[in-house]
């Protein structure tokens, strides 16, 4: 936006975004349409859009000003648009639902925000490959970042999930950032008990509009992944960099390896669920995949505590820091090697250990999960006495070789299901939806 | 006519937005490369208008590879990470041109996102920022409007080509490009000439500047009244400008006579032209073409162009016609070799008398009509033929993208790509052009002044050439550092050219043993004469500092009491004294002592 000082200058001088305009400066006039302005950047500058295509910033200060032509109701606010749209006959459909993200993102004067819209005729009309995947249904829940994510809007897409399979959808494909998707997917996968069919997430890591976008394979795969014979909730996005192959990764064994790439999500401690060819879509599964059935009905488990703490041991981590967690409804450590934390075990009870302030926690009826903050492997509390402290003093996990996130998600997903600490600690336990494995894979790097 | 000319100046150093150091121009592809296989969409502008050379390329829908050298590319260039700000150093040459050519410059520079998406970028675009609008480069040949100066990404380098697929190499992607566009001024093609090789000249003034083949390209816009702009791309050879815009100048004249024929000859022009799958009459064809296709199930497809009887084989230029105009079209879109028309003789393609009446009959043609025959795969002949066809029914010079050839013609490309083809870079921030960013970039000194003061330190002959040199920013950096400048311009014009001829890879010696090799004979540790041995040695060994190679060969220079007293134990004898240590001693202090004992 520009500053308050040129809005009003502006004004007197009756030009508006979108006029075409000559801004003298020096012996030369640039020409062209008035642009919006971007937040970032010197707000005492013009943005114009030269006749190439180019915009150049021109600072109004000592600069003549002159309205060349009206142009400005292009950019006037166009009416929101519904946001449920059908491509094809409406039956048994595939539901894509939009919760936002860069999938969904692109600059948008009209609005001075990113839309969020995704509708699914344009969709079809942008990537017409979708065109086999018809009738599709589209639907924004909202539109947010996934770093903007929290608990409550896992409980509403894992509902708007249930409408949809009560409203005959076959399938479903939900776009969401990529930040915290695998948080999601992992809410999703214990939140969906009973599934019939395929919850399918997917997103971007370059945005759509740009021409080399991940964005039309990710909605594609996921498309064909969504009418696929399985029945789990699954992650599907680019295998590597190339554009030969998507992955789909497991709901609560996936991670965002990777800031930028479009090869992030990865499987952690397992294999992919399967894979999907880009060109034509055929889909292959492992055999942990769950066939689909239609008759299934979703029990919705779908309440989450907001109030877990999520935190990564380090050296140097005190018991004040400990002491602090005591305002949570749970806890979850990462922890160092096999699950570990600074507890000094020659001498368990002295001050730079934190393991009194842990024990206290536990006492105190808060549960307390451990879950290895290596990138892979298991939760093991019986191989140095430093784990046989921390299992002692009733942290949660040994054995387990959850993600962190995983473990984070679960223990949300447990508060909101139970109360009772032990009842607490044994749904922790149970291995669901593959978040647990019962023994660890040979060969993985 | 007039013609406006597009310079692109390639920039050394790091990456216009990331810190990969750019690769020569000769960089040779490591055998180990990562590969990368990406499809290209559609994108849509800034003010959601998809632009029509996007759309085009699109339509083709072929796959690309990207060969990654790593020590030159990284995940910006793959497009895997979000640009670093705009390389300062980069800028600051745009803005010193700028300054020279006393151009208006921004107050803030916009980075924007040309989409490109014929898969020379990866991203689909390439960031191209305006510097500066108008301004003009003086020279001795008068005054050189200029309309633009923009620094933009260079393009990834292609390696081969098909109809379904295209190679690239990442190490030239983003090298940083200078982009000047002329006022269309020249009148002629002299002019042009003259202007291209005026502006090449002011460009190789900056310090930042690649020399050697391809680091330089012009672009080549062409008008004439009744055509279109076209704008040329891909001249390598600036000797080649005066044909290549004559021969434009032909092309758009006939064109535009071609257009104003077919009007003529149609009341009502058609807006859409059927064709039909013509394979039956062929099925047992000696004409290789056509029965090549046929056997690996292509098809062969043709098309009546009714009123059209000898327009075909209308010349536009030397062995162009307007046949090869459709054809051109025909290739771009469908990837297909081209394509068999009326006007032409069918014994070249050994179509038999009866096969070409039969198609004539099949097609209905009449004696003024005209027919086109395309065959080739089904998914390939489609597109080409529908190409062709829709280029015929264009009834005026369109406005086009074209590529040189190396003899001075162009062939069609794209559509003119306009403004739709931008959209804002929204990962890099604006950047303010403050006063002191415009202090910290310099002055350019002129061609005329700096070759005056090159001619004043090197003489005449010696002088115009290192201005032209492509070791001039290295000549320059030397003396900076107090290195002799006759002795520096001899060393990298002569000692290094002689050492190349001779097979030694000079690239070995890198600039900092250059500058040393200056600096131990400022400070009278070796001889001028030791100069080419020890560059010699220094390609073999380049990980070896200059001193300790002269150390090891015994190359130290050798003066006062010591070459005195070996004077005297080697008997005074000059010419045996000067081939024994004439690499390592002074021949002025010889000559001086030699006269001394006489």
């Given at each position: 936006?520009?500053?308050?000082?040129?809005?009003a200058?502006?004004?007197?001088l009756?030009?508006?975004?979108?006029?075409?305009?000559?801004?003298?400066?020096?012996?030369?006039?640039?020409?062209?349409?008035?642009?919006?302005?971007?937040?970032?950047?010197?707000?005492?500058?013009?943005?114009?859009?030269?006749?190439?295509?180019?915009?150049?910033?021109?600072?109004?200060?000592?600069?003549?000003?002159?309205?060349?032509?009206?142009?400005?109701?292009?950019?006037?606010?166009?009416?929101?648009?519904?946001n449920?749209?059908?491509?094809?006959?409406?039956?048994?459909?595939?539901?894509?639902?939009?919760?936002?993200?860069?999938?969904?993102?692109?600059?948008?004067?009209k609005?001075?925000?990113?839309?969020?819209?995704?509708?699914?005729?344009?969709?079809?009309?942008?990537?017409?490959?979708?065109?086999?995947?018809?009738?599709?249904?589209?639907?924004?829940?909202?539109?947010?970042?996934?770093?903007?994510?929290?608990?409550?809007?896992?409980?509403?897409?894992?509902?708007?999930i249930?409408?949809?399979?009560?409203?005959?959808?076959?399938?479903?494909?939900?776009?969401?950032?990529?930040?915290?998707?695998?948080?999601?997917?992992?809410?999703l996968?214990?939140?969906?008990?009973?599934?019939?069919?395929?919850?399918?997430?997917?997103?971007?890591?370059?945005?759509p509009?740009?021409?080399?976008?991940?964005?039309?394979?990710?909605?594609?795969?996921?498309?064909?992944?969504?009418?696929?014979?399985?029945?789990?909730?699954?992650?599907?996005?680019?295998?590597?960099?190339?554009?030969?192959?998507?992955?789909?990764?497991i709901?609560?064994?996936?991670?965002?390896?990777?800031?930028s790439g479009?090869?992030?999500?990865?499987?952690?401690?397992?294999?992919?669920?399967?894979?999907?060819?880009?060109?034509?879509?055929?889909?292959?599964?492992?055999?942990?995949?769950?066939?689909?059935d239609?008759?299934?009905?979703?029990?919705?488990?779908?309440?989450?505590?907001?109030?877990?703490?999520?935190?990564?041991?380090?050296?140097?981590?005190?018991?004040?820091t400990?002491?602090?967690?005591?305002?949570?409804?749970?806890?979850?450590?990462?922890?160092?090697?096999l699950?570990?934390?600074?507890?000094?075990?020659?001498?368990?009870n002295?001050?730079a250990?934190?393991?009194?302030?842990?024990?206290?926690?536990?006492?105190?009826?808060?549960?307390?999960?451990?879950a290895?903050?290596?990138?892979e492997?298991?939760?093991?509390?019986?191989?140095?006495?430093?784990?046989?402290?921390?299992?002692?003093a009733?942290?949660?996990?040994?054995?387990?070789?959850?993600?962190?996130?995983?473990?984070?998600?679960?223990?949300?997903?447990?508060?909101?299901?139970?109360?009772?600490?032990?009842?607490i600690?044994?749904?922790?336990?149970?291995?669901?939806?593959?978040?647990?494995?019962?023994?660890?894979?040979?060969?993985?790097? | 006519?007039?013609?406006?000319?597009?310079?692109?100046?390639?920039?050394?150093?790091?990456?216009?937005?990331?810190?990969?150091?750019?690769?020569?121009?000769?960089?040779?592809?490591?055998?180990?490369?990562?590969?990368?296989?990406?499809?290209?969409?559609?994108?849509?502008?800034?003010l959601?208008?998809?632009?029509?050379?996007?759309k085009?390329?699109?339509?083709?829908?072929?796959?690309?590879?990207?060969?990654?050298?790593?020590?030159?590319?990284?995940?910006?260039?793959?497009?895997?990470?979000?640009?670093?700000s705009?390389?300062?150093?980069?800028?600051?040459?745009?803005?010193?041109?700028?300054?020279h050519?006393?151009?208006?410059?921004?107050?803030?520079?916009?980075v924007?996102?040309?989409?490109?998406?014929?898969?020379?970028?990866?991203?689909?675009?390439?960031?191209?920022?305006?510097?500066?609008?108008?301004?003009?480069?003086?020279?001795?040949?008068?005054?050189?409007?200029?309309?633009?100066?923009?620094?933009?990404?260079?393009?990834?380098?292609?390696?081969?080509?098909?109809?379904?697929?295209?190679?690239?190499?990442?190490?030239?992607?983003?090298?940083?490009?200078?982009?000047?566009?002329t006022?269309?001024?020249?009148t002629?093609?002299e002019?042009?000439?003259?202007?291209?090789?005026?502006?090449?000249?002011?460009?190789r003034?900056?310090?930042?500047?690649?020399?050697?083949?391809?680091?330089?390209?012009?672009?080549?816009?062409?008008?004439?009244?009744?055509?279109?702009?076209?704008?040329?791309?891909?001249?390598?050879?600036?000797?080649?400008?005066?044909?290549?815009?004559?021969?434009?100048?032909?092309?758009?004249?006939?064109?535009?006579?071609?257009?104003?024929?077919?009007?003529?000859?149609?009341?009502?022009?058609?807006?859409?032209?059927?064709?039909?799958?013509?394979?039956?009459?062929?099925?047992?064809?000696?004409?290789?073409?056509?029965?090549?296709?046929?056997?690996?199930?292509?098809?062969?497809?043709?098309?009546?162009l009714?009123?059209?009887?000898?327009?075909?084989?209308?010349?536009?230029?030397?062995?162009?016609?307007?046949?090869?105009?459709?054809?051109?079209?025909?290739k771009?879109?469908?990837?297909?070799?081209?394509?068999?028309?009326?006007?032409?003789?069918?014994?070249?393609?050994?179509?038999?008398?009866?096969?070409?009446?039969?198609?004539?009959?099949?097609l209905?043609?009449?004696?003024?009509?005209?027919?086109i025959?395309?065959?080739?795969?089904?998914?390939?002949?489609?597109?080409?033929?529908?190409?062709?066809?829709?280029?015929?029914?264009?009834?005026?010079?369109?406005?086009e993208?074209?590529?040189?050839?190396?003899?001075?013609?162009?062939?069609?490309?794209r559509?003119?790509?306009?403004?739709?083809?931008?959209?804002?870079?929204?990962d890099?921030?604006?950047?303010?052009?403050?006063?002191?960013?415009?202090?910290?970039?310099?002055?350019?000194?002129?061609?005329?002044?700096?070759?005056?003061?090159?001619?004043?330190?090197?003489?005449?002959?010696?002088?115009?050439?290192?201005?032209?040199?492509?070791?001039?920013?290295?000549?320059?950096?030397?003396?900076?550092?107090?290195?002799?400048?006759?002795?520096?311009?001899?060393?990298?014009?002569?000692?290094?050219?002689?050492?190349?001829?001779?097979?030694?890879?000079?690239?070995?010696i890198?600039?900092?043993?250059l500058?040393?090799?200056?600096?131990?004979?400022?400070?009278?540790?070796?001889?001028?004469?030791?100069?080419?041995?020890?560059?010699?040695?220094?390609s073999?060994?380049?990980?070896?500092?200059?001193?300790?190679?002269?150390?090891?060969n015994?190359?130290?220079?050798i003066?006062?009491?010591?070459?005195?007293?070996?004077?005297?134990?080697?008997g005074?004898?000059?010419?045996?004294?000067?081939?024994?240590?004439?690499?390592?001693?002074?021949?002025?202090?010889?000559?001086?002592?030699?006269?001394?004992?006489?």
């Open positions: 936006m520009y500053s308050a000082q040129i809005e200058q502006l004004k007197k009756g030009i508006k975004i979108g006029d075409i305009i000559s801004v003298q400066k020096g012996g030369q006039a640039f020409e062209g349409m008035l642009m919006p302005r971007p937040d970032a950047g010197d707000t005492g500058s013009l943005v114009i859009k030269l006749s190439t295509g180019y915009n150049a910033g021109v600072r109004m200060e000592g600069s003549k000003i002159k309205k060349i032509k009206d142009g400005g109701a292009s950019f006037e606010k166009k009416q929101a648009q519904k449920s749209y059908f491509a094809g006959e409406k039956g048994s459909h595939i539901t894509l639902l939009s919760t936002g993200g860069t999938i969904a993102s692109r600059i948008d004067y609005t001075g925000a990113v839309d969020p819209q995704i509708d699914a005729k344009s969709l079809v009309g942008a990537y017409p490959s979708l065109k086999e995947f018809e009738p599709i249904k589209c639907n924004s829940i909202f539109s947010i970042l996934s770093e903007d994510m929290s608990p409550l809007h896992w409980e509403k897409i894992a509902q708007a249930k409408n949809e399979f009560d409203g005959g959808a076959q399938g479903v494909v939900i776009a969401h950032g990529t930040d915290t998707m695998g948080y999601t997917a992992a809410a996968s214990y939140s969906l008990e009973n599934l019939p069919a395929p919850v399918v997430l997917t997103g971007a890591q370059r945005s509009d740009r021409a080399s976008s991940d964005a039309p394979q990710n909605i594609f795969c996921s498309m064909a992944a969504a009418r696929a014979n399985f029945a789990q909730v699954c992650i599907c996005m680019h295998a590597s960099t190339s554009d030969t192959l998507n992955h789909l990764h709901g609560t064994r996936v991670r965002k390896a990777h800031t479009r090869w992030a999500f990865k499987s952690i401690g397992t294999r992919p669920l399967g894979e999907v060819n880009p060109k034509g879509g055929e889909v292959k599964l492992n055999s942990s995949a769950i066939a689909r239609m008759k299934r009905k979703i029990n919705l488990k779908n309440k989450f505590s907001s109030n877990v703490h999520l935190a990564w041991i380090y050296p140097g981590i005190n018991s004040k400990v002491e602090k967690w005591a305002e949570y409804d749970g806890v979850v450590l990462a922890g160092t090697g699950g570990h934390a600074p507890i000094d075990a020659a001498n368990p002295s001050k250990s934190i393991l009194p302030a842990l024990r206290s926690l536990v006492d105190s009826g808060i549960p307390v999960a451990m290895p903050q290596c990138g492997g298991r939760v093991i509390h019986g191989t140095y006495s430093t784990g046989t402290y921390l299992a002692n009733g942290i949660i996990g040994n054995g387990a070789d959850w993600l962190a996130e995983t473990c984070y998600v679960k223990m949300c997903w447990a508060l909101g299901q139970e109360k009772d600490a032990k009842k600690k044994e749904i922790m336990l149970r291995p669901m939806h593959g978040d647990i494995t019962s023994f660890s894979l040979i060969g993985e790097e | 006519m007039l013609c406006g000319l597009e310079i692109h100046q390639r920039l050394e150093g790091k990456k216009l937005f990331n810190s990969c150091p750019t690769p020569l121009p000769d960089q040779k592809l490591p055998e180990n490369c990562a590969r990368i296989t990406r499809m290209l969409n559609t994108a849509a502008s800034e959601g208008v998809i632009d029509s050379a996007s085009f390329e699109h339509s083709r829908s072929r796959t690309f590879e990207y060969l990654a050298p790593e020590d030159f590319s990284c995940l910006v260039d793959s497009d895997e990470e979000p640009p670093t705009i390389n300062k150093e980069a800028l600051l040459q745009a803005l010193k041109f700028s300054k050519i006393n151009a208006s410059i921004v107050d803030e520079v916009q924007m996102r040309k989409a490109v998406t014929d898969g020379s970028n990866p991203s689909g675009f390439q960031r191209t920022s305006l510097i500066s609008i108008g301004g003009e480069l003086k020279y001795e040949g008068g005054e050189i409007p200029i309309t633009s100066l923009c620094i933009e990404e260079e393009s990834a380098g292609i390696i081969s080509s098909n109809p379904d697929s295209v190679s690239y190499r990442l190490d030239r992607m983003g090298v940083p490009l200078i982009e000047i566009s006022e269309p001024v020249f002629s093609a002019e042009a000439a003259k202007g291209a090789q005026a502006l090449g000249m002011a460009l003034m900056l310090d930042k500047v690649m020399r050697g083949l391809g680091t330089i390209r012009q672009d080549v816009n062409v008008s004439i009244p009744g055509g279109a702009r076209v704008e040329i791309k891909g001249l390598q050879d600036l000797h080649l400008l005066k044909t290549l815009v004559e021969n434009e100048v032909r092309r758009q004249e006939a064109l535009a006579k071609i257009s104003a024929e077919i009007k003529k000859r149609h009341k009502k022009m058609p807006t859409s032209l059927p064709f039909e799958d013509a394979g039956e009459i062929f099925l047992s064809t000696k004409s290789r073409l056509i029965s090549k296709a046929l056997e690996s199930g292509g098809a062969v497809l043709a098309a009546k009714p009123l059209f009887a000898g327009i075909l084989g209308t010349e536009l230029y030397s062995e162009k016609r307007f046949g090869s105009e459709l054809s051109d079209y025909a771009q879109a469908g990837g297909v070799k081209g394509l068999i028309h009326s006007d032409e003789d069918m014994q070249k393609y050994s179509i038999s008398p009866q096969e070409a009446e039969a198609l004539k009959k099949f209905k043609i009449k004696k003024e009509d005209a027919f025959l395309i065959a080739d795969k089904k998914e390939r002949a489609e597109p080409a033929i529908i190409a062709a066809l829709s280029r015929a029914l264009v009834l005026c010079v369109p406005g993208t074209r590529k040189a050839d190396e003899k001075g013609g162009s062939s069609f490309m559509p003119l790509a306009g403004a739709h083809r931008m959209y804002p870079e929204t890099v921030r604006p950047i303010l052009i403050t006063k002191e960013l415009l202090q910290e970039a310099g002055e350019l000194v002129s061609v005329g002044k700096r070759e005056k003061e090159l001619c004043s330190l090197l003489g005449d002959d010696f002088g115009k050439r290192m201005l032209r040199s492509r070791n001039l920013p290295l000549f320059e950096r030397l003396i900076a550092n107090g290195a002799d400048a006759k002795l520096a311009a001899i060393t990298l014009e002569q000692t290094l050219v002689a050492l190349r001829r001779e097979g030694i890879d000079i690239s070995l890198g600039e900092d043993s500058m040393e090799i200056f600096s131990l004979y400022k400070n009278e540790k070796i001889t001028k004469a030791s100069f080419e041995p020890l560059l010699r040695l220094c073999g060994s380049p990980e070896k500092s200059i001193a300790s190679l002269a150390r090891e015994n190359l130290q220079k003066s006062g009491q010591e070459l005195e007293a070996l004077w005297k134990k080697e005074g004898d000059m010419r045996k004294f000067m081939s024994k240590y004439g690499l390592v001693a002074d021949a002025a202090e010889i000559m001086k002592m030699a006269k001394k004992k006489n």
